[in-house]
């Protein structure tokens, strides 16, 4: 019997619909109704930044930190959902506004640890240990603005701090090679991995793969996760879909290449991801021109070409598949390929 997938969403994938040439379009969604839609979907689990959790952290005494994250783990408990992970959401604040562990401010960057070590508060008192490090704003715009090589350093630093925090703590770094910087300091797999094998405990630092973020950086998005998971690093993923090199779309699973998204579920069976126990996370945006009431609809379909998908690589016939791959015929192996795409 294969290990059921376990299914995560973000409250930032259920929102109003402002982008960055318009306002909102539907009214805010209150935290309930989030928790809500996610037990109507049937998801097991929620993503957290940090302040998601616990709003107004930085705010807040040590022990009212706690006291506000297990009333929100309470609240998830009660409904049946799991935590899946905190992350520091550190772009979006002032201090971070030039990057948080890489700013050229030495107090934003004592800034960015400080945070950070209080989403590990955050996390630890909500029931996870897993923190997310999205180094969104860590780059640059004008490349001579930092230099790269003292940015390594500040990265490794910041991992280390968070790492130090609780011996339970694990990190997951979710790379991107652009937006909102143009050059991030960790663009893709690789660079994450080796940046955890310098940390000061290696064991504990692991990536969140992204399909956009991948196809974004002209990788395959299949390929970054059997790397990932050859290394025993794949600790979760963020899937959607992106249609070439734009902004970051967050579309729809399989929504611009279908074919591509059946080789990413086809890795992740192949390397029996749902046994490590990480969960299939989506971050789906929903189209601006979605009414509100309807805007979930693209984490329902999202989930449905999942598991589509992991049914059309469970049917997969392997054996002729291994007959063009003896036989060096590459050509019928893509037509089997594409046959069984479109096959009802
Ligand atoms: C944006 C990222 C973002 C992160 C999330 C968790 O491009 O994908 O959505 O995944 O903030 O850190
Ligand atoms: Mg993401």
């Known amino acids: 019997m294969a290990t059921p997938y376990r299914f995560t969403l973000g409250p930032w994938n259920i929102h109003p619909g402002a982008d960055p040439f318009g306002p909102p379009v539907r009214p805010p969604v209150p935290f309930d109704d989030v928790l809500a839609a996610a037990v109507d979907l049937r998801f097991d689990g929620i993503q957290f930044h940090d302040d998601d959790a616990v709003p107004n952290l930085e705010n807040l005494a040590p022990e009212a930190l706690v006291r506000e994250a297990r009333e929100m783990r309470k609240r998830l408990d009660d409904l049946g959902l799991v935590p899946e992970f905190v992350a520091p959401r550190l772009w979006e604040h002032t201090h971070g506004i030039d990057g ?14 400080e945070r950070s070590k209080r989403a590990v508060d955050v996390a630890l008192a909500l029931g996870c240990s897993l923190i997310v490090m999205w180094p969104a704003r860590e ?14 350093g500040q990265m490794l630093e910041a991992i280390d701090a968070i790492l130090a925090a609780a011996p339970e703590v694990r990190i997951a770094i979710e790379p991107k090679p652009n937006e909102p910087v143009d050059h991030a300091f960790v663009p893709t797999i690789g660079h994450a991995l080796a940046l955890g094998a310098r940390a000061s405990d290696p064991a504990r630092v692991g990536v ?16 970054e996760m059997g790397f990932a998971l050859a290394a025993g ?66 984490l329902a379909t999202s989930r449905r070409i999942f598991e589509l998908l992991v049914a059309k690589v469970r049917s997969f016939p392997e054996r002729q598949a291994a007959e063009c791959i003896a036989t060096r015929d590459y050509e019928s192996l893509e037509r089997l390929v594409l046959e069984h795409l479109l096959a009802a």
């Open 100 to 113: 948080g562990y890489t700013s050229n401010c030495p107090a934003a960057r004592t800034w960015a640890i």
């Open 208 to 223: 969140l793969i992204e399909t956009a973020h991948a196809i974004l950086a002209g990788l395959d998005p299949s390929d």
């Open 139 to 152: 780059g640059t715009a004008v490349r001579e603005s930092k230099n790269p090589i003292a940015a390594s």
């Open 233 to 298: 690093k794949l600790w979760s993923v963020h899937l959607n879909d992106q249609n070439g090199l734009k902004f970051d779309q967050d579309k729809v699973f399989g929504a611009a290449n279908l074919r591509g998204a059946f080789d990413q579920v086809r890795v992740l069976e192949a390397g029996r991801y749902a046994d490590t126990g990480a969960f299939i996370g989506f971050d789906v945006k929903a189209q601006r021109t979605q009414r509100a009431g309807a805007a979930t609809a693209h």
